[in-house]
């Protein structure tokens, strides 16, 4: 579970989600996914989070990331939540995973807001 960031939108939620590690831990990353609901630019619809460091190494194909933003074998489980927390405080709606998020998150951000508020409310009477 990841408890929403403070000074965030998110504060005071209780998100709950799993990382499944493949055979190949640690040299290719985990997967991780909300398993509460959850709006946002970099998870999609389904709840899998989309950052880099959750990116197969090497270099991105579309030229999108650096091969050192990528997963790379140090990483660990700390890292993860630590950049899933980054993420929380700061959206990156350049390379959405929820393109409805991204969009609403830059043309609406009122209705952005209330939209993160009503689940952050949500995800603590699930509790």
């Not at 950052?51 to 660990?76: C, M, N, Q, T």
């Not at 980054?86 to 959405?96: A, I, R, W, Y």
């Not at 969009?103 to 689940?119: A, C, G, H, M, Y």
Request: proline share 11%; hydrophobic share 35%; with cysteine.
């Amino acid at each position: 579970m990841i408890i929403g960031p403070d000074e965030t939108l998110y504060e005071g939620g209780f998100f709950h989600a799993t990382l499944t590690f493949p055979q190949d831990y640690p040299l290719m990353p985990p997967k991780m996914k909300f398993t509460t609901e959850i709006w946002h630019p970099n998870v999609h619809p389904n709840g899998e989070v989309c950052i880099s460091i959750l990116h197969p190494p090497g270099d991105d194909k579309f030229g999108y990331e650096d091969a050192g933003e990528r997963w790379l074998p140090v990483h660990s489980p700390e890292t993860i939540l630590i950049s899933v927390i980054s993420m929380l405080s700061s959206p990156n709606d350049e390379s959405p995973a929820n393109i409805d998020a991204a969009k609403e998150f830059r043309e609406s951000p009122q209705e952005f807001k209330k939209r993160v508020r009503r689940l952050v409310r949500r995800s603590t009477e699930m509790m």
